[in-house]
């Protein structure tokens, strides 16, 4: 099967070059600085990490439209809706996907989001490989960002981590096999374990368990992907000292994405998987 994100960072390159002459870099750095200003050097949503690590569930609540995988999971799905109802029902934070083509996602979504009242911290999840897309996840109002060790080089990502930090924002440092672990050294506020091979986008949780003796002790360490009953949730937080688990489409192709996630944490209280 032909790599999957090779081909979505190729085009990632394209459509960015193409944002450049759409909106060029000076006036995005400026327009930045303003958004900046007006935060009061505040970065909306606050820590991510911190937000995880003191809850209970340190569910995130992802807003995904799209994958490559599955096509459509809810095109109708609303950003003035959905993440709400995700900070209403007991999301420790939030994901949300800005990649067009692949996810069905926008940096719109997140300013949406904020706009009806999101306050909890967002993740700007996309493929970043270049400091302007740093500079429109600053600007549309997310708390931290994906960098994922697949599509960049140990260098490019320490630059990239540098930035997100100069902009106020934490890093979520994405990692999926043995080779990513040279990148943990670059210490990211969140470690994360993505259960997806992303040249397949087969999905294993058993991967997190696996990796997780590879990282740092005492660092918030994030699950991702795979993630759909709380027996899950409770191992990887036990077993794996897991703090985050981001879900999506468990409760994207739920009618109600809010609802599918409060009945998903009740789940996880008549269990008594959490104290």
Not at 176 to 184: G, I, M, P
Request: charged share 30%; with cysteine; aromatic share 8%.
């Amino acid at each position: 099967m032909a790599d999957i994100l090779e081909e979505i960072v190729a085009h990632k390159r394209i459509e960015i070059e193409q944002r450049k002459r759409f909106i060029q870099p000076r006036q995005m750095i400026s327009l930045t600085e303003q958004k900046m200003q007006a935060d009061d050097g505040l970065v909306p949503g606050g820590s991510m990490r911190k937000a995880l690590m003191e809850s209970s569930t340190g569910i995130i609540a992802e807003f995904k439209r799209k994958s490559p995988s599955k096509g459509w999971i809810k095109e109708e799905g609303k950003a003035s809706i959905i993440p709400l109802a995700y900070q209403e029902n007991g999301a420790s934070a939030l994901s949300i996907l800005t990649d067009i083509d692949y996810f069905g996602g926008y940096d719109e979504f997140i300013q949406e989001a904020r706009h009806v009242g999101v306050h909890i911290p967002i993740l700007y999840k996309n493929f970043v490989i270049e400091e302007y897309q740093l500079l429109q996840a600053r600007y549309c109002g997310a708390s931290a960002v994906l960098l994922i060790a697949a599509c960049l080089t140990k260098e490019e990502c320490k630059r990239l981590l540098d930035m997100a930090h100069q902009l106020g924002m934490e890093v979520l440092l994405e990692m999926h096999n043995d080779r990513d672990f040279e990148y943990a050294e670059l210490e990211p506020d969140m470690y994360g374990i993505n259960n997806r091979n992303l040249g397949t986008f087969v999905t294993d949780v058993e991967n997190s368990f696996r990796l997780a003796e590879q990282l740092p002790k005492d660092v918030c360490r994030v699950s991702e992907s795979g993630i759909s009953n709380p027996e899950v949730v409770k191992r990887l937080r036990e077993e794996g000292g897991f703090r985050g688990f981001l879900m999506g489409e468990q409760f994207m192709k739920q009618a109600d994405p809010g609802q599918g996630l409060a009945d998903f944490l009740k789940q996880l209280e008549i269990n008594g998987e959490f104290r």
